[in-house]
């Protein structure tokens, strides 16, 4: 009865061994917008962001090297933690300072260790974008069920994004908001893709597209 037990755990003592490192996002921003700034300290269990702050967020895989990371960072710098997730794939965390050198240096460091530079991220990709007009009473209601932002008003046009790996979509809010009027309703930043939901006039909305799609396609990775 032993063998096969022995068995068994060497088998999954060599899968994690053979388990691959995967710098899957160095995402930064270089300073918070107003509303991105506000939804983020809805949904953070860390330290509070606010307007003005630059951000780093960096997701791995294995997700459990998140921990080490994170410790890396705050040590190292004046950089203070929003977010540390371990969800079943990634781990993601997330950094933020008044001062971008704090934040620069605490993902120098972080890379330092790794052995690795921004460039050895995956690159960021568009998974889907759609632009709805007049977005109807009924498809209003179940929407503001699920966000944590601004409320969606019936009548608006609706901008949602959707990128991979996740942690880039808070890079294509914040430029979005940078470049156009626009009210955020929700961000999703965690799993295998991010989502996010904008809405306002229609013109403002392809500004904002054409904003956080920039913002994602002049990164460079792998």
């Known amino acids: 009865m032993l063998l096969p037990v022995f068995c068994h755990l060497c088998s999954v003592f060599s899968n994690m061994a053979d388990t691959k490192f995967e710098l899957r996002a160095y995402c930064y ?86 052995n690795l530079k921004p460039e050895d991220r995956i690159k960021p990709t568009v998974a889907s974008l759609q632009i709805i007009t007049h977005v109807n009473t009924y498809q209003v209601q179940l929407l503001n069920r699920f966000r944590r ?41 965690v799993g295998r893709f991010g989502r996010m939901w904008m809405s306002g006039s229609e013109a403002e909305m392809m500004a904002a597209q054409k904003a956080a799609v920039a913002a994602i396609e002049n990164l460079q990775g792998k």
């Not at 808070?170 to 930043?189: D, G, M």
């Open 149 to 189: 932002g601004a409320m969606l008003v019936a009548g608006e046009t609706l901008f949602i994004m959707e990128v991979a790996p996740a942690a880039y979509i808070n890079l294509a809010a914040n430029e979005a908001e940078k470049y156009a009027s626009v009210k955020l309703i929700h961000v999703s930043s």
């Open 29 to 114: 921003l270089d300073r918070m917008q107003p509303q991105y700034a506000a939804f983020v300290g809805t949904i953070t269990q860390g330290d509070l962001p606010i307007e003005g702050m630059a951000s780093l967020y960096v997701e791995v895989a294995p997700g459990n090297d998140v921990f080490r990371l994170v410790d890396i960072a705050v040590k190292s710098t004046d950089a203070k933690p929003g977010a540390q997730i371990v969800e079943r794939e990634f781990g993601m965390f997330e950094v933020h300072s008044l001062k971008q050198a704090e934040v620069l240096e605490a993902g120098r460091i972080v890379l330092e260790r790794l």
